[in-house]
């Protein structure tokens, strides 16, 4: 596990098309902050290497920078850098 990462839980707003597939729109911090991902780039079961847990792994652009974003049952989570809220 990476030390200098927290798992941190997120809102996310997202779109189910027709068939059921999933697609992550937006990102919300606990603090109100909203991030748009602008790319949905891959998406399959993994564990997170940096903080405890996993699920479904989607990786994503955001502000250019690719990032993952994992849904773990009902919840959504990130792997956040100490004291980035």
């Not at 780039?41 to 903080?51: D, E, G, I, L, Q």
């Not at 699920?55 to 690719?66: A, D, L, N, S």
């Amino acid at each position: 596990m990476d030390s200098q990462c927290i798992k941190e839980y997120v809102s996310v707003n997202l779109d189910v098309d027709q068939n059921g597939v999933v697609h992550p729109r937006f990102i919300r911090w606990t603090n109100g902050q909203i991030f748009r991902i602008d790319k949905l780039k891959y998406k399959c079961r993994a564990a997170s290497s940096k903080v405890s847990g996993g699920g479904i792994r989607y990786t994503v652009m955001i502000h250019g920078k690719e990032t993952f974003l994992f849904s773990e049952g009902n919840k959504w989570f990130v792997e956040a850098k100490k004291g980035a809220q």
